[in-house]
C-alpha cells in the first residue's frame, strides 16, 4: 500500500494543529477577505503576478469560509484535506517525472 497514507494522515495532523488564522479573517466579511492579502502582492502588470493573485484569492476564499463555519467542524476538515490533496499530487507528479526521466534518459550527455 506504500506510505501513502501515513503521509496523508501526517499533513492533515500538522494543518490542523499547526495552522495559524490571521486575527483579521476571524471578523472579516467576504469582500474584505478577498482583499486581505492583496497589498502584500508584487505590482499587478504580468501574468505571473495575476496568476499569483488568483491562488491568493483561492486561499483567502477558503480560509474565510473555514472561519465562519466554525460549528461546523467537516468543513473545517474539508480545508485541510485540500491541503493533503495538494500534497499527495505534488508528490505523485514528482514520481511520475522521476519515472519518465528515469526511462527515457540513458545516462549519456547529447
Known sequence: MGRGPAFAFLLFYVTWHAQDIPSEMLSASFLQALSIELHDLPD?????????????????????????????????AFYNLDMVLFGLLTARASIVITNFIETHYDGRSA
Do not use: N
Not at 59 to 72: C, F, G, H, M, P
Open 44 to 76: 499587478r502588470g504580468s501574468w505571473l503576478s495575476r496568476a499569483v493573485a488568483l491562488a491568493s484569492d483561492f486561499d483567502s476564499v477558503k480560509l474565510w469560509i473555514v472561519t465562519q463555519a466554525d460549528d461546523y467542524p467537516a468543513v473545517v
